[in-house]
T-cell receptor
Framework: SQKIEQNSEALNIQEGKTATLTCNYT??????LQWYRQDPGRGPVFLLL?????KEKRKERLKVTFDTTLKQSLFHITASQPADSATYLC??????????????FGTGTRLQVTL | DTGVSQNPRHKITKRGQNVTFRCDPI?????LYWYRQTLGQGPEFLTY????????KSRLLSDRFSAERPKGSFSTLEIQRTEQGDSAMYLC????????????FGPGTRLLVL
């Protein structure tokens, strides 16, 4: 069966450290993968998209890697801040058409950054 | 505010009642999606429109659910004869169908069925 798995347990880290979140998928061949941030009671907000032919993508303190052999994406936040505390969702287009007909999301990982 | 808006933000209803939610997408976006999210889970796809055409419906969408997008602008999602299992956050998102596009989500409508 098709699955997208993210760490179900909350990740607690100290301010200034690097947070690393994992997204593993099974029985998909996505052309790209996206990461979203979701705060309590709000809709997801897009952060980064990485395509299958890209190994790594960066945006400010964020970095995403995509390993299609391992079927895994890693999401890193460097120099983390309490304001980074949120749930982070990975998502992919299950149809592999590359035309964003819909997204399938993982369950999300809650990140808590403490002082 | 030019983002995606949803109304109402919260809805409490009794089992068996009908409810209707509205989504106003970003004005130039021709694709509109509905998702449902329960506590501790990621959003689950329900249906999507390209302009006024409903192109795909999830198996999650029972006969009690219906969505429309008249004139390809705002969309409504109606749930008839609500059940307690319908309690969830209903999210709307929009995008342009020009290739790989990120989706822009609204704040959601939280439904509680008593």
């Amino acid at each position: 069966s098709q699955k997208i798995e993210q760490n179900s347990e909350a990740l607690n880290i100290q301010e200034g450290k690097t947070a690393t979140l994992t997204c593993n998928y099974t029985n998909y061949s996505p052309a790209y993968l996206q990461w979203y941030r979701q705060d309590p009671g709000r809709g997801p907000v897009f952060l980064l998209l990485i395509r299958e032919n890209e190994k790594e993508k960066r945006k400010e303190r964020l970095k995403v890697t995509f390993d299609t052999t391992l079927k895994q994406s890693l999401f890193h936040i460097t120099a983390s801040q309490p304001a980074d505390s949120a749930t982070y969702l990975c998502a992919l287009d299950p149809s592999n058409t590359g035309t964003a007909s819909k997204l399938t999301f993982g369950t999300g990982t809650r990140l808590q950054v403490t002082l | 505010d030019t983002g995606v808006s949803q109304n109402p933000r919260h809805k409490i209803t009794k089992r068996g009642q009908n409810v209707t939610f509205r989504c106003d997408p970003i004005s130039e976006h021709n694709r509109l999606y509905w998702y449902r999210q329960t506590l501790g889970q990621g959003p689950e796809f329900l249906t999507y429109f390209q302009n006024e055409a409903q192109l795909e419906k999830s198996r999650l969408l029972s006969d009690r659910f219906s969505a429309e997008r008249p004139k390809g602008s705002f969309s409504t999602l109606e749930i008839q004869r609500t059940e307690q299992g319908d309690s969830a956050m209903y999210l709307c998102a929009s995008t342009l169908s020009t290739g790989i596009e990120t989706q822009y989500f609204g704040p959601g409508t939280r439904l509680l069925v008593l």
